[in-house]
Nanobody, 115 residues
Framework: QVQVVESGGGSVQAGGSLRLSCVAS????????MAWYRQAPEKQRELVAS???????NYANSMKGRFIISRDNARNTAYLQMNSLTPEDTAVYYC?????????WGKGTQVTVSS
């Protein structure tokens, strides 16, 4: 069994920064991919960024240059550093862990950006 827990969300003013964390635990060792998704009200869930166990990162175009994904393999933890936040970044941010052909999701953490 694999558990995924996100943390670090909150409220921030436009232009501010937040750092999200995602910890995977349980029957897990070095997930193949750890990724962040987000879902704004009345919108579909979208990929924000992903990172492989070899530290290859991939970003959605609108996040490039503002968000940085990283991971600590020893701790099965992924981070998302979010800078220059705008109200359009307001959403629930979810962590996804892909390991052994299975996807595992956390319950999400709310990020609210005010203008």
């Amino acid at each position: 069994q694999v558990q995924v827990v996100e943390s670090g969300g909150g409220s921030v003013q436009a232009g501010g920064s937040l750092r999200l964390s995602c910890v995977a635990s349980g029957s897990i060792f070095n997930p193949t991919v750890m990724a962040w998704y987000r879902q704004a009200p009345e919108k579909q869930r979208e990929l924000v960024a992903s990172i492989t166990s070899g530290a290859t990162a991939n970003y959605a175009n609108s996040m490039k240059g503002r968000f940085i994904i990283s991971r600590d393999n020893a701790r099965n933890t992924a981070y998302l550093q979010m800078n220059s936040l705008t109200p359009e970044d307001t959403a629930v941010y979810y962590c996804n862990v892909f390991i052994r052909s299975n996807n595992y999701w956390g319950k999400g953490t709310q990020v609210t950006v005010s203008s």
